[in-house]
């Protein structure tokens, strides 16, 4: 069991860059899936980005942030990460960290374990 809680959020301007955190309380964390799900204000929630555990490392992203966002972790530190650059107003949004055991997808179901969310506003 982990427990996942974010942190980075904030405001920032068009083009401008923000690295989010969520460090995971927990054993075994390298051998979950860590995702980022992101609810833009009045939509529904969307997929952002996932990496696998279990020493595959391998990473994932929505069409909408590949090639501006990227997703790392730090297992000695219980840790990922999400690098957000060339921001852009439309990702102005709660960004939630998800973890799963079981299943590596980009299904909210799929995920056991949610952080409480960090506020990221892009400014035009």
């Known amino acids: 069991q982990v427990q996942p809680v974010e942190s980075g959020g904030g405001l920032v301007q068009a083009g401008g860059s923000l690295r989010l955190s969520c460090a995971a309380a927990?054993?075994?964390?390298?051998?979950?899936?860590m995702s980022w799900f992101r609810q833009p204000p009045a939509k529904e929630g969307e997929f952002v980005s996932r990496i696998n555990g279990r020493g595959s490392s391998t990473t994932y992203y929505a069409d909408s942030v590949k090639g501006r966002f990227t997703t790392s972790r730090d297992n000695a530190k219980n840790t990922v990460y999400l690098q957000m650059n060339s921001l852009k107003p439309e990702d102005t949004a709660v960004y939630y960290c998800?973890?799963?055991?079981?299943?590596?997808?980009?299904?909210?179901?799929?995920?056991?374990?949610w952080g409480q969310g960090t506020q990221v506003t892009v400014s035009s």
């Open positions: 998800a973890a799963s055991w079981f299943k590596s997808t980009p299904f909210y179901s799929d995920y056991d374990y």
């Open positions: 927990g054993r075994s964390f390298s051998t979950y899936t």
